[in-house]
């Protein structure tokens, strides 16, 4: 059964990460194709009386959506949501998280992939760690947004250093430090196999230093999860590439122009943004995304010969 759904609110973004856009030139979708707050509501409810019960808001950067915690606040108020997150690469943070809080938003992910500020810049393409910090501090001062989980693309050339900087940030702030394995979704469609930094790779890192115990898996997570031996905070490892989790996957993506998606690796996607502006009711809605989740796929083939990448790249289809 299908319990997770990705939103993604926008294609736009103000970073530049290597793995995800390319430095210039990304065609943005046209503002009249992206789905209104009406539109993602009505979506989201009908999907929720579907079987969704946690709902992820991302991009692209979601914070760069105007009015933003107003959408929250909308989805907030949907019956049957147990759990209403949001993925932020942090830059606007600091100025929204009361705001989100006050929405309703449960949980926060923020996106940081080096402690350094050097090579945060040469992966973001821009110089803007500390204000990415600042808007980590301002949602974890809200204790009841947790666990507040940062999440790590590691990318050839990460050093130990920067890794157990990682790890001490997550053992004095009792965050949940997450390294996602980088996926042949980039913009630059540059992604080669052996740039993939496994989580068992940066595992081996960690436990020359610190000894960790692993944690129960949750059903249909994604993440192997870490308590660090002797104090606070977790380490979690998501590792499509390596390690596939598919077999358990329940998740569904909506993209901002409104294709409903079964897999980040789909080739195929449905739109329900035409359907939904040509007057369906919410009967024939639920029709197509039932034969939509009826046909998702079993697995990703990133690593079988002939793999082909999707059409769309990581920040058009919402991670
Ligand atoms: N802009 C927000 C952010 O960066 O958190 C939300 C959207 S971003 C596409 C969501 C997550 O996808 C981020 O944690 C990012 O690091 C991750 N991501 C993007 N491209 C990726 C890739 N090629 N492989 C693995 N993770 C990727
Ligand atoms: Fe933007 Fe997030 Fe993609 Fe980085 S990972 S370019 S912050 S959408």
Redesign the pocket.
């Known amino acids: 059964m299908i319990g997770d759904l990705r939103v993604s609110v926008t294609d736009r973004?103000n970073f530049r990460?290597r793995?995800?856009m390319p430095a210039e030139g990304m065609d943005w979708i046209p503002r009249e194709e992206i789905l209104s707050f009406e539109e993602i509501e009505r979506l989201v409810r009908l999907l929720v009386d579907l079987g969704v019960t946690d709902v992820r808001l991302?991009?692209?950067?979601?914070l760069v959506r105007r009015e933003f915690p107003t959408l929250v606040g909308r989805l907030a108020a949907i019956e049957g949501i147990e759990d209403l997150s949001l993925?932020?690469?942090g830059y606007f943070l600091a100025e929204q998280a009361a705001a989100l809080v006050a929405a309703g938003i449960d949980r926060v992910n923020v996106?940081i992939d080096s402690l350094a500020r050097a090579r945060f810049f040469e992966i973001t393409r821009r110089d803007a760690l500390d204000r990415v910090l600042a808007g980590l501090d301002a949602i974890a001062a809200h204790p009841e947004v947790r666990p507040v989980k940062v999440?790590a693309?590691p990318m050839p050339g990460l050093d130990r250093a920067d890794v157990l900087r990682f790890c001490d940030l997550a053992r004095e702030r009792g965050f949940q430090v997450r390294f996602?394995?980088?996926?042949p979704?980039?913009g630059d469609r540059a992604w080669r196999a052996e740039d993939v930094l496994t989580g068992a790779a940066v595992q081996a890192l960690i436990e020359a230093v610190h000894p960790l115990r692993e944690l129960p898996r949750e059903p249909h997570a994604t993440s192997r999860v870490f308590a660090f031996a002797d104090g606070r905070g977790e380490i979690g490892f998501i590792n499509p590439v390596s390690e596939p989790f598919c077999a358990d996957c329940n998740r569904l993506r909506l993209t901002a122009d409104g294709k409903l998606r079964t897999c980040l690796f789909s080739l195929h996607e449905t739109d329900l943004r035409g359907p939904l502006r040509a007057g369906a009711d919410d009967g024939e809605l639920e029709r197509i995304v039932r034969e939509a989740v009826w046909r998702k796929e079993l697995k990703h083939r990133i690593d079988e010969p002939g793999f082909r990448p999707p059409a769309r790249t990581?920040?058009a289809i919402g991670?």
């Open positions: 973004c990460c793995y995800c991302t991009g692209g950067e979601p993925t932020t690469n996106s999440n693309v996602i394995e980088f996926m979704l980039d990581m920040s991670g």
